[in-house]
């Protein structure tokens, strides 16, 4: 059955492969074999929508199967990513035991004290791996990352695609953890996409962005675009801190209006529970409500959604949009873009997501707006 799953996912059928997943998840109990091989599966090809299936199905077969090192791999980093932090600790040990060489069990113990900001044991995790594993490349930016983090590095500048850019170094999540790490190697978060958005979307003038992490893309923006005003909705608190923190840090976009918006995208409007906070989850027509050049969207599974609520907007100023798509939602999404007449110009796709930049087919003319729309 995995193979047959695995065969689904080669050939861009996500909606059958996940069916099938589904299927084979039914039986766990009765496969143990099973359960282990889904587990895997899905951390091998990034199923971020079902890391907590992986780690029952794969919490169900590793007691009796305790020399399975690609197991207790899957296991630590689905564990860590879902919020087991008990079961991540446990795996990444029982690997290290297994094939102490190895440097995926030190990465992930690293990942996971950076995130819970303890930076001396992700530093020694990390120093662990470098000294007993061959290859060590993964692991030296991560421990450059422990070692600033342990002496609370201040905020630094490199020059990345002719432009000055200056961060602090943060770990307040995974992705948090990755951009900083790109940006004590001068360079950028998702770089490939950065440069691709500044060829196709030069003269923007009011750009929406929804997700920000740390302001890695809102800085971009700022200097390589050089539009009037950026307007940012996210539903995390430190993600907005972060971005108006690095925001400041480089005076030279002291010209650029940044509307920061403490906001989670959804389908209908209300207050809501997320991250630990409250917050405004609002549609996108009903927040934004005016022109608008360019959007990035990036809303962890909820990009669909961002998507159907912005249908007034792209219908009368049809902006181009950079937007990550979960594998789950790619058939889905193609439907959405012939409904609204829109083109994939360029996809970068990684692991269990792609990131697509869209924009109007040529020769399509907007309806005119009703009353009553934007």
């Excluded at 695609?161 to 995974?174: I, S």
């Excluded at 108006?244 to 906001?263: C, E, G, K, Q, Y």
């Excluded at 912005?310 to 009368?316: V, Y």
């Excluded at 058939?331 to 990131?355: A, C, K, M, P, S």
Aim: charged share 25%; glycine share 6%; aromatic share 10%.
């Amino acid at each position: 059955m995995i193979q047959a799953i695995r065969g689904l996912y080669n050939e861009g059928r996500f909606e059958a492969a996940y069916a099938m997943l589904d299927q084979a998840v039914e039986k766990y109990p009765s496969d143990l074999q099973l359960g282990r091989d889904v587990g895997v599966f899905i951390y091998e090809k990034s199923v971020f929508h079902k890391f907590k299936i992986a780690v029952s199905g794969l919490a169900a077969y590793l007691p009796t199967h305790p020399k399975d090192y690609d197991a207790f791999i899957a296991h630590a980093f689905t564990s860590w990513v879902s919020g087991f932090n008990t079961e991540c600790i446990a795996s990444c040990e029982r690997a290290i035991a297994l094939k102490h060489d190895r440097e995926i069990p030190y990465r992930i113990l690293g990942l996971y004290y950076l995130n819970r900001q303890e930076y001396l044991y992700a530093f020694t995790s990390l120093a662990a791996g470098l000294l007993f594993c061959a290859e060590k490349e993964a692991l030296r930016i991560f421990l450059v990352l422990a070692g600033a983090m342990l002496k609370d590095l201040p905020a630094f500048t490199f020059a990345f695609d002719g432009l000055n850019f200056t961060f602090k170094p943060t770990c307040f999540n995974a992705m948090a953890v990755e951009t900083s790490t790109a940006h004590l190697q001068s360079t950028l978060s998702e770089a490939e996409e950065l440069r691709l958005i500044r060829a196709e979307a030069a003269g923007c003038r009011r750009i929406v962005e929804c997700g920000c992490l740390v302001g890695n893309h809102t800085l971009y923006f700022a200097k390589a675009l050089r539009p009037e005003k950026i307007i940012v909705l996210d539903a995390s608190t430190q993600s907005l801190d972060q971005t108006r923190h690095n925001f400041s840090l480089n005076p030279d976009v002291a010209d650029v209006i940044l509307d920061l918006r403490h906001r989670a995208i959804s389908t209908d409007t209300g207050m809501i529970e997320l991250l630990g906070h409250t917050v405004k989850a609002v549609v996108m027509d009903e927040e934004i409500q005016e022109p608008v050049d360019f959007l990035k969207i990036d809303v962890d599974g909820m990009e669909m959604a961002a998507l159907e609520g912005l249908r007034l907007t792209i219908n009368q100023y049809r902006p181009k949009i950079m937007i990550e798509v979960s594998n789950e939602f790619t058939e889905q999404f193609r439907r959405f873009l012939r409904e609204i007449n829109y083109e994939i110009r360029q996809q970068i796709v990684r692991g269990g997501d792609g990131n697509y930049l869209i924009s109007p087919i040529e020769g399509w003319r907007p309806l005119p707006a009703a009353a009553g729309d934007i």
